[in-house]
């Protein structure tokens, strides 16, 4: 038997704690910093660690813990009112970058099936990475903060959708798409009942057993995220609605301190550390170099452009509209499961799946930084605005 994966496990943790420190000195979101190590952890830099099995296991579960804990965090009526805004901003944000993806790919291939691929992949936001830097920012729970998370859950449901499609293209009919709709329809119906259910239960719980509520409460995330995946959906929504329901009971606060120590300190490093693990080379020619720049600029441009517009025409001002643009810029783990779906039905080609990684890493990179810049920028601005009411204040 073999425990190579503890000692890879144990760097990853180590190598995110002090690329953290570093970013964290100089104002950088905390997620370059776990991105980063993983690059520099992964065989493009020092090939110590290999996305392995057991890591991509720690990742998956990572994502749950995640969403359960921005479920926790999410105020339900706040979702639910501005659910026609957040499809709005979801879906012009994702079918936007999509022929920009594949325009601008013809630099790289002519191959009509590549350039769909380039489209596809800049298709869906990566919703976990940008609320860990608004989670970080204290941002979660504003405006653009709730635009954001919604739109995300909305785009991920997309993102299933066009797994879906790929992974069932040889096999394409109206009874597949029935299936899909009608698994989605009744799922939502089962997780609303299940969530009356357990409302009820936690405060049984919690009346004998508080201070075990976290254990219950990990425990209905990770059963809903296997429901959700049993009908064909994403764990991560599972868990999602789980964490709403959690919000809502008098444990909330309790439980979300409780998760947050355990996603902080283990499961978020793994996470997006995993992300960095999966690029394998950056022995790329100048030309291929300098596609992956022009398409990684563009990818940035085409989201911003396409949610702005759409936060735009759901009443956001210029500068909400920015922000909820460049924050569903950040490509990861959805964009990542179509590279590596494509890659394994043989559809690309090595080369083509890293400058995808690449290409995901760097948007991350950039619109994360972008992101955190514009909401410090608009905290000083309010901080001069109150320090100027004083001062006119006789």
């Known amino acids: 038997m073999t425990t190579k994966y503890l000692l890879d496990i144990g760097l990853i943790v180590l190598f995110v704690r002090i690329f ?12 370059i ?42 105020k339900l009526k706040k979702l639910v009112t501005g659910s ?13 970058p999509v022929g920009c993806g594949i325009i601008v790919s013809k630099l790289y291939s002519s191959d009509p099936t590549i350039n769909l691929f380039f489209g596809l992949v800049l298709m869906i936001s ?19 903060g709730m635009a954001i998370l919604g739109a995300g859950v909305i785009d991920d449901i997309i993102g299933i959708v066009i797994l879906t499609l790929i992974q069932n293209r040889n096999n394409l009919s109206f009874n597949m798409f029935f299936k899909l709709i009608f698994d989605f329809i009744l799922f939502t119906i089962l997780a609303i009942i299940i969530g009356f259910i357990m409302y009820f239960i936690f405060k049984l719980i919690s009346k004998k057993e508080h201070d075990y509520i976290p254990n219950y409460a990990i425990a209905y995330a990770l059963i809903l995220a296997y429901i959700a995946d049993y009908f064909s959906l994403s764990g991560v929504i599972g868990a999602y609605i ?6 809502t009971t008098n444990n909330a606060t309790y439980t979300k301190n409780h998760v947050e120590d355990l996603v902080n300190l283990f499961f978020l490093p793994i996470s997006f550390a995993s992300i960095g693990l999966k690029l394998t080379t950056l022995s790329f020619s100048k030309p291929i170099w300098v596609f992956i720049i022009i398409y990684t600029i563009v990818s940035i441009i085409d989201k911003v452009i396409g949610c702005s517009i759409g936060a735009d025409i759901c009443g956001y001002n210029k500068k909400e509209s920015f922000q909820i643009g460049i924050g569903m810029a950040s490509r990861g783990e959805v964009a990542l499961i179509i590279a590596n779906t494509y890659l394994t039905l043989g559809i690309i080609n090595e080369e083509i799946f890293s ?20 909401f410090e920028k608009e905290d000083k601005e309010d901080k001069n605005d109150k320090t100027k009411t004083k001062l006119q204040t006789p």
């Open 33 to 74: 910093g776990s991105l980063l190590s993983g690059v520099v952890l992964g065989p493009a830099v020092l090939n110590l660690v290999q996305s392995t099995k057991e890591i991509e296991f720690l990742a998956e579960i990572s994502m749950i813990f995640i969403m359960f804990l921005v479920g926790m965090h999410t």
């Open 126 to 144: 990566s919703v976990s990475i940008t609320i860990d830097s608004l989670m970080e920012l204290k941002k979660l729970k504003t405006n653009v």
């Open 355 to 374: 400058i995808s990684i690449v290409s995901a890493i760097l948007i991350t990179l950039i619109s994360s930084l972008i992101l955190s810049i514009t």
């Open 20 to 31: 953290n420190m570093i970013t964290e000195k100089i104002k950088f979101p905390k997620v």
């Open 242 to 247: 789980a964490g709403i329901v959690m919000g």
């Open 84 to 96: 026609k805004k957040f499809a709005i901003i979801a879906f012009l944000g994702a079918f936007f």
